[in-house]
């Protein structure tokens, strides 16, 4: 991994200090930064500002109620790139946040990377979190007579199973 990478969590480290809650650095390739849901779009400024990570590849989001920890937690990941940044274009720097699966609120990150439009409806679709400030938050891959729990949460049933 790039020292610039590493640049990057020293940064962050530096300027939110406990707004960053976890964070996890594979010398290979990924970084992984957990951050308060409070902090989310100023670190996703920040990010994008002052490193160039212009775009998100991929969101996506996790129920943490069945894993070891069994946190009743949702997280939603942002799988970070850059094109204008060679040294950072093969490196994937994930920006996450840990929501309650009761009431899963957040900012939505449209107005710092456009990119994430599609991406944020598809977890909004299957984890029931709501993006907020997301100009068209509806349904993206299931029938608008869906009438289920969020099908990629822990506790759905797939009908006939």
């Known amino acids: 991994m790039s020292e610039n990478v590493l640049t990057v969590v020293t940064e962050l480290e530096n300027k939110f200090g406990k707004a960053l809650l976890e964070k996890a ?3 290979r390739k990924l970084v ?4 308060e849901v409070d902090s989310l779009v100023a670190v996703a400024r920040f990010l994008r500002d002052n490193y160039g990570l212009d775009h998100v590849k991929a969101v996506t989001g996790v129920d943490l109620s069945r894993l070891l920890k069994k946190e009743d937690k949702i997280e939603v990941i942002y799988h970070l790139g850059s094109y204008t940044r060679p040294e950072l274009a093969t490196a994937d720097i994930a920006l996450s946040t840990k929501l309650d699966r009761k009431s899963p609120r957040m900012p939505s990150l449209m107005d710092v990377w456009p990119s994430v439009e599609f991406h944020e409806r598809e977890v909004y679709e299957m984890f029931g979190v709501v993006f907020e400030g997301h ?4 349904r993206l891959l299931l029938p608008e007579y869906w009438n289920d729990i969020p099908p990629m949460l822990k506790d759905y049933e797939p009908p006939g199973r």
Do not use: A, F, G, N
């Open 25 to 27: 650095v594979d010398t």
């Open 32 to 35: 992984k930064i957990v951050v």
């Open 135 to 138: 100009p068209d938050l509806r």
